[in-house]
């Protein structure tokens, strides 16, 4: 299925990038703009981003390597006091 139609990606574009980059380094952080210039193209329009991240999370290998899921913070709420 084309998920980009400006530069005509595919969905199985966008999981062989995955797979190749999660193959490459294990801990990288995989962005959309990563995966256009991975495949040598860069997005234009934007229109197809939130059918391109569903296609990426769709992925077993986009997910964050466990070493850095240390790295986040809980989210702590704050009062607001008006």
Known sequence: M???SCQ???DKD???AIDWMRAADKTAIITPGKIYHALGKSPECGGCIKLFVA???ANPNLEVPA????LRRPHVATE???
């Open 80 to 82: 607001v006091i008006g």
């Open 14 to 16: 966008v999981q062989k």
């Open 55 to 57: 296609s990426m999370r």
């Open 67 to 70: 070493e850095l899921r240390a």
């Open 2 to 4: 084309i998920i980009c």
């Open 8 to 10: 005509v990606i595919s």
